[in-house]
């Protein structure tokens, strides 16, 4: 049976339902369960809260053909229905523009801004909004809202971190949501500034902000080194800066190094304005690389900036 299959080859897996489970997710690195899996019959399907990945790359990232994500009765209907992936991207866009219309500009005092200020971030652009409220865990939650664009501008998703009214993070078992993706997530990123010419592109949110009110140069985020890795330069951008986050696994600085290799293979081709293509690793470390190492820490251009 494919969901059996699926389940074996997933780690820390827990049962939330009639036909539906928890698991580590094989799409991006975590600590706690963030991926759902769910049976409705005839299709298995996926979604990670944390970095957007759907059934199609569940399988993938396990090594497993996309039809497992099918039962028997399905495959052999498959002919007379529309595409699995399809109904779920309608449904997704659906409930995505719901979530858009309750959406609001920041305004003194709300939550966002709170959060954000704390964090030393004073300019603040309009492509973060204001969620009044978001499930999750029973209770509802004010959220940081911002849209995540695929390669051509396309909305694939919303990023939502959740806070309490005073501007902490809200005490619930997944911060910083992935909503439900509409399209492909290749080459995703949330679109915080406008570039001209020079785009820095990093990880989270937070740290995008920050470097652009340390630096006034325009910033992307990439929201995971998974989408880091993917991501796909625009064409008109000629200085490409890549903020690295300094994982004691690597993976951040992996990231952003896997990032320049395929960059720099653009520099001359074919309409591509790129002349440069620079990672930006930060020497200055929160204590010593070993201790760092030892305990698991990472650290980003956020903590840099309010050492
Ligand atoms: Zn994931």
Redesign the pocket.
């Known amino acids: 049976m494919s969901l059996t299959n699926i389940l074996n080859c997933l780690d820390k897996v827990t049962k939330t339902g009639q036909n539906a489970y928890k698991a580590i997710?094989p799409?991006?690195a975590?600590n706690t369960p963030?991926?759902t899996i769910k049976e409705d019959g005839n299709n298995i399907m996926c979604h990670?809260f944390?970095?957007g990945?759907n059934g199609m790359e569940v399988v993938q990232a396990l090594g497993l053909e996309s039809s497992e994500l099918f039962n028997e009765s399905r495959k052999m209907a498959e002919k007379n229905q529309p595409g699995t992936v399809e109904l779920e991207r309608e449904q997704n866009r659906k409930f995505l523009d719901e979530v858009r219309e309750q959406t609001k500009p920041l305004f003194d005092g709300c939550a966002v801004n709170l959060y954000l200020n704390k964090r030393g971030i004073k300019i603040i652009p309009n492509t973060i909004r204001f969620l009044p409220e978001y499930k999750q865990d029973g209770k509802y939650h004010p959220c940081l809202i911002a849209r995540l664009d695929d390669k051509d501008g396309n909305r694939v998703s919303y990023k939502i971190i959740h806070l309490d009214n005073n501007g902490n993070k809200a005490d619930v078992p997944i911060v910083k949501k992935t909503l439900p993706c509409e399209r492909d997530t290749d080459g995703m990123a949330v679109r915080l500034f406008k570039y001209n010419g020079t785009l820095a592109v990093c990880e989270g949110i937070e740290t995008a902000l920050s470097y652009y009110n340390e630096n006034k140069i325009a910033c992307w985020a990439l929201d995971n080194a998974l989408n880091m890795k993917k991501f796909i330069v625009p064409m008109d951008v000629k200085n490409l800066l890549i903020i690295a986050d300094m994982d004691s696994s690597f993976t951040g600085q992996a990231a952003a190094y896997e990032l320049a290799r395929r960059s720099a293979a653009l520099i001359g081709k074919d309409g591509y304005q790129l002349e440069r293509v620079n990672v930006i690793l930060l020497l200055k470390w929160r204590g010593e690389l070993s201790e760092m190492v030892d305990s698991g820490q990472k650290t980003d251009y956020l903590d840099y900036c309010n050492d």
């Open positions: 997710c799409c991006h975590e963030s991926l990670c944390g970095c990945a």
